[in-house]
């Protein structure tokens, strides 16, 4: 993918590791095969499209990687195993190659969203309600939202303008930083 994204544009400026997957279990239950699914896709397809686009970078002399945490990066929940160890990576896999980059021109960030109302939050609704026994809304407004002071999900576009912000010159200051955007979650 990096490969082929150099070949068609000559240069590679930005990288936005936002691939994801959920599953919730207690952990005596949790499958092992969600587990190597989860850090596969949520944690090592970070490292490896990192890996790909650091060469490239480094001979541009300029690029930004900003990676998608969440607020689960910097606190736990239960049932989340391995979701919360994979953005724990994330955060740890941000700082670290930012400080191998720190004098490239390469900035490396990761944004850390509590809610966010996507397919991914709304597919582990039903799971999270038979897991904990209570109802769909019960989930949204108890469980998910209840850790948000401000009580709402937020939304994709506040996502996207973070990120557009960090790809921007004006944050070239900005590295080895996890923005929170999560309605004050992990200000508690």
Known sequence: MIAEAHAAFGRLDILVNNAGIQFVSPI??????????????NLSSA???IRAVVPIMKAQ?????????????????????????????IAGLTKT???????????????APGYVWTPLV???????????????????????????????FVTVEEIA???LYLAGESARSITGTIVSIDGGWVAQ
Do not use: C, M
Not at 129 to 152: F, M, N
């Open 28 to 41: 005596e239950d949790f499958p092992p095969e969600k587990w190597d699914a989860i850090l596969a896709i």
């Open 47 to 49: 490292f490896h499209a």
């Open 61 to 89: 002399k300029s690029g930004r990687i900003i990676n998608t945490a969440s607020a689960h990066a910097l606190v736990a929940s239960p049932y989340k195993a391995a979701y919360v160890a994979a953005k724990h990576g």
């Open 97 to 111: 190659v930012a400080l191998e980059l720190a004098t490239s021109g390469i900035t490396v960030n990761a944004i």
């Open 122 to 152: 709304e597919k582990q609704i039903p799971d999270t309600a038979k897991t904990r026994g209570i109802t769909e809304e019960e989930v949204k407004r108890d469980v998910l939202l209840a850790a948000q002071p401000t009580k709402e």
């Open 161 to 163: 303008d973070l990120a």
